[in-house]
């Protein structure tokens, strides 16, 4: 009898594990069947780029270095004119204060 036992164990260790591979390969089924769930990244944000009181205040800060570059040559220029006059006048006192002596 112990033979009929242990086929009779066998068969119901064997049944066991022909009921546990059939769960598993339903599993596996299902999982196949399932659309893949794919996540997007969000899009990115575009941001303006300012709109017309932007683009105004950059006109005007223009106007103003432009100015300040102009004035600054201005002075420049009169400055180089006052140095010409006073070292020609220096010369002819000089040449004055050499030829009276």
Request: net charge positive; with cysteine; hydrophobic share 50%.
């Amino acid at each position: 009898m112990k033979e009929i036992e242990k086929a009779s164990r066998d068969a119901v260790e064997a049944a066991r594990q022909g009921d546990q591979f059939s769960l598993m390969l339903a599993a596996i089924q299902a999982a196949q069947q399932q659309p893949v769930r794919t996540v997007q990244a969000p899009a990115p944000v575009v941001k303006s780029s300012g709109g017309a009181a932007k683009w105004a205040g950059i006109g005007v800060a223009a106007t103003f270095l432009s100015v300040a570059i102009a004035v600054s040559l201005v002075s420049a220029a009169i400055a180089t004119v006052c140095l010409t006059v006073c070292v020609l006048i220096l010369r002819d006192v000089w040449n004055s204060i050499r030829k009276g002596s």
